[in-house]
């Protein structure tokens, strides 16, 4: 199911600054390649990264999942020149990959690490300024409540797919996916504790604020 009308999709791309040649490499690669080449947040939803790392200019960014490298090498351009941005990624080969990307770039501010985000998050000793959810679905409410703590008063959490293909706009949602996603949604609209925001960007994107 396309949330986002494709043809509206394709005016907003056209009217969106390009990406630059690396970032085109990393998506022309990953569609060309990897069987779940739908994860790569892609051209809109990068752009929109960047811009918001660059509006906040964040010391310290949290990304859980990095897949093929695109989203943290978008979010790495709005960091303080002091900023170090630390990736998890669970998949070994994936992680090779992201790796790659970032040497060509010769990127020194990305710690890339590799394994289980549950188990690494809390051997980060840091105040995150901005975190980036994007890993396994079902684990979303366990990974804000991790990380929440640790995110300065006024920080921001962004949090993907939270329109999981539509199928959270069911009356029955059903998977174990979307009904974690459903109950992700429920849990960050009843809080008081923070500003939300859910846009309809891509899969659907929540801009959280810590109060």
Same mark, same amino acid.
């Given at each position: 199911?396309?949330?986002? #009308? +494709?043809a ?5 791309e ?5 990406e630059?040649?690396l970032?085109?490499? $990393?998506?022309?690669q990953?569609?060309?390649?990897h069987p779940?080449?739908?994860m790569l ?7 929109? @990264? ?5 509006? *906040?200019?964040?010391?310290? *960014?949290?990304e859980?999942g ?9 979010? /790495?351009k ?5 900023? !170090?941005? &630390?990736?998890?990624?669970?998949r +070994? ?9 970032f040497e ?6 990305i @710690?890339? &690490?590799?394994? /289980?985000? %549950?188990k690494? !998050? #809390?051997q980060l000793? /840091? ?7 994007d890993?396994? =679905?079902?684990?979303?409410? *366990?990974y804000f409540?991790?990380?929440? +703590?640790?995110?300065r008063?006024g920080?921001? $959490? @962004?949090?993907d797919?939270? %329109?999981? &293909? ?7 949602? =059903?998977? =174990?996916?979307?009904?974690? !996603? ?5 849990m *960050?609209a009843a809080?008081? #504790? !923070? /500003?939300?925001?859910?846009?309809? %960007?891509?899969d659907? %994107?929540?801009?959280?604020?810590? @109060?």
């Open positions: 199911m396309h949330i986002v #009308d +494709p509206a999709q394709a005016y907003a056209r009217y969106t600054t390009t630059d040649v970032l085109r490499t $990393i998506a022309m990953t569609e060309a390649e779940k080449a739908h947040s892609g051209h809109l939803q990068g752009k929109f @990264l960047e811009m918001v790392s660059c509006m *906040i200019r964040p010391r310290r *960014i949290l859980i990095t897949f093929t490298g695109y989203s943290a090498l978008c979010l /790495e709005g960091l303080t020149a002091d900023g !170090i941005l &630390h990736t998890i990624e669970i +070994p080969a994936d992680a090779a990959t992201a790796a790659l990307f060509k770039k010769d990127v020194k501010r @710690l890339l &690490h590799v394994g /289980e985000a %549950l690494i !998050i #809390d000793d /840091e105040t995150w300024d901005l975190v980036f959810i890993a396994d =679905k079902v684990n979303y409410s *366990i409540d991790l990380v929440l +703590p640790k995110v008063k920080g921001f $959490i @962004l949090a797919n939270v %329109l999981f &293909h539509g199928q959270v706009l069911a009356e029955e949602v =059903k998977g =174990k996916n979307a009904v974690a !996603i459903q109950s992700f949604n429920d *960050i809080r008081t #504790d !923070i /500003e939300k925001v859910l846009l309809p %960007l891509r659907g %994107l929540f801009l959280i604020r810590k @109060l």
